[in-house]
């Protein structure tokens, strides 16, 4: 057998419009200014409050915490109007790769697993994976908490694992927990910054990703 973990947001789904737009409303309630989609896009993927401390360094511990709190309101505000939709393609590839039997899927995300599960739940993939790791119980990544607990409760040896990913963070936790990372090009991080952070290829599209996991796994 052999596990595949997905990244969520940037990689399954594209949440860059909720992301950006909660964002702004957590700087609204903290008394600053927005700052552009291209600045928020790149922090996607770490977990909220070490993302806000990564926008704002100079800000003290309880404006950054002001930040945290109005994202949290808006972005589930946001999921409620309507959910972010899967990236073309990546339905598909769910469904070629839970249809093996020596194969299994797992998530490491920087969601709560409360956005996870509202995610799981708005596009059906409830039974998709057998472990879901999520930034309520772990470190933020690169930290390789999430893959290691992946791993522990697929009882799959990080040779036989792959990391599935869109930021330089996955690529770097992948690499921390001794598994395999690939990387998307449709994500926020540029594909020369994924393979700097030790991507061993970055796929154009589902369909080449669902290519190279099935040569991968043969």
């Known amino acids: 057998m052999k596990l595949i973990v997905f990244d969520v947001d940037g990689t399954l789904v594209d949440s ?64 409620l109007d309507s959910a972010a939709p899967l990236y073309p393609g990546a339905m598909a590839c769910l469904d070629a790769l839970s249809a093996r039997d020596d194969l299994l899927l797992a998530v490491a995300t920087g969601k709560s697993r409360r956005g996870l599960d509202a995610m799981i739940s708005a596009h059906g993939l409830q039974g998709r994976f057998i472990s879901l790791q999520t930034a309520d119980n772990h470190p933020s990544k690169p930290h390789p908490a999430m893959l290691q607990s992946a791993l522990s409760e697929a009882g799959i040896n ?60 043969a």
């Open 158 to 217: 990080a040779a036989d694992a792959v990391m599935i990913g869109d930021t330089s963070f996955d690529m770097q936790m992948a690499g921390a927990a001794g598994v395999l990372g690939f990387g998307v090009a449709w994500g926020y991080h540029a594909a020369q910054d994924l393979r700097l952070s030790g991507a061993a290829l970055v796929a154009p599209d589902f369909a080449s990703l669902t290519r190279e996991l099935e040569l991968w796994a």
């Open 16 to 79: 860059q419009h909720h992301i950006h737009g909660a964002m702004s409303a957590g700087f609204a309630a903290a008394g600053l200014p927005a700052l552009e989609k291209e600045q928020v896009l790149q922090i996607v993927g770490l977990s909220l409050p070490v993302a806000v401390a990564e926008l704002v360094p100079d800000q003290p511990p309880e404006i950054q915490a002001r930040i945290v709190e109005g994202y949290k309101s808006a972005f589930m505000a946001s999921r």
